[in-house]
């Protein structure tokens, strides 16, 4: 999968844990459903084109990490934070 900003371009390799044929996906979609919404791991379906199946929540996470990444500085703002000892935190915030 690649995603571009304007100012950078993301590449993400994706391995699929589960891949399995469009016909039996078709027999099984109600199981498949649940069994991907319950552990969160995406099915990607076999055909002349391949397709994902990726549950609604992780479908939103994936949107909402992209949008993070194409905003100006997000990526480095939030490294730093992760690397700031929690004791150099604020501990009231004026939101």
Known sequence: MVYQSDQKRYTFVIQWNIMIPINQA???LQQSIASMSESHQPIALEQTSNAVLLSESDSAS???TL???SVSGMRESIREGLATPI???DSHLDW
Do not use: A, F, S
């Open 67 to 69: 949008y993070l990444l």
């Open 62 to 64: 994936v949107q909402e």
């Open 87 to 89: 004791e150099h935190c």
């Open 26 to 28: 078709q027999k099984q």
